[in-house]
T-cell receptor
Framework: DGGITQSPKYLFRKEGQNVTLSCEQN?????MYWYRQDPGQGLRLIYY???????QKGDIAEGYSVSREKKESFPLTVTSAQKNPTAFYLC?????????????FGPGTRLTVL | AQSVTQPDIHITVSEGASLELRCNYS??????LFWYVQSPGQGLQLLLK??????LVQGIKGFEAEFKRSQSSFNLRKPSVHWSDAAEYFC??????????FGTGTKLQVIP
């Protein structure tokens, strides 16, 4: 079955540590996205990538970094510079030039910083 | 800039009753509109989308939505709610080219 996988589902880290969230898709989609979800705030875009080895900042990129070395993978690193990293993180993908943009979502990773 | 407003943070309906979730958008041209549903601790699932044509759009799970340009609205409806519909619902707008803006969501509670 085609889809998006995110791992792990739950992640606990100590304050000051970097942590990397995994996102893999086998939908052959070109574009991938990372969103942060906090209660009552909807989804906010962190980073997105349209092609391999290229990515753009979203609305709240500070304290985060990404890479896109393979079409299928778009890992997100939450760095120690992120002031309030505890949140639910969602990865999505879509067809580039699939206009308009229908995004398909993974199951999410809940990050808790202790 | 595009934006989405979901004025109802929380709605409670009785099982079997009808449902309408409100969504208002702001966008300068013809928007592309979406409704997603999220169960607790899960990702978002696409319910339906409007791109063009018929302003009444049918989706999965018996949901429909109507695009009203004059009111800048895209309200989600279901004639008879089931307990399994309890979830959070997100409206989203796009002008194309990957930029999608989501509303803050409406939590639906279904009581017996």
């Amino acid at each position: 079955d085609g889809g998006i996988t995110q791992s792990p589902k739950y992640l606990f880290r100590k304050e000051g540590q970097n942590v990397t969230l995994s996102c893999e898709q086998n939908l052959n989609h070109d574009a991938m996205y990372w969103y942060r979800q906090d209660p009552g705030q909807g989804l906010r875009l962190i980073y997105y990538s349209q092609i391999v080895n290229d990515f753009q900042k979203g609305d709240i990129a500070e304290g985060y970094s990404v890479s896109r070395e393979k079409k299928e993978s778009f890992p997100l690193t939450v760095t120690s510079a992120q002031k309030n990293p505890t949140a639910f993180y969602l990865c999505a993908s879509s067809i580039l030039g699939g206009h308009p943009d229908t995004q398909y979502f993974g199951p999410g990773t809940r990050l808790t910083v202790l | 800039a595009q934006s989405v407003t979901q004025p109802d943070i929380h709605i409670t309906v009785s099982e079997g009753a009808s449902l309408e979730l409100r969504c208002n958008y702001s966008y300068g041209a013809t928007p592309y509109l979406f409704w997603y549903v999220q169960s607790p601790g899960q990702g978002l699932q696409l319910l339906l989308k409007y791109f063009s044509g018929d302003t009444l759009v049918q989706g999965i799970k018996g949901f429909e939505a109507e695009f009203k340009r004059s009111q800048s609205s895209f309200n989600l409806r279901k004639p008879s709610v089931h307990w399994s519909d309890a979830a959070e619902y997100f409206c989203a707008v796009s002008g194309g080219y990957q930029k999608v803006t989501f509303g803050t969501g409406t939590k639906l509670q279904v009581i017996p």
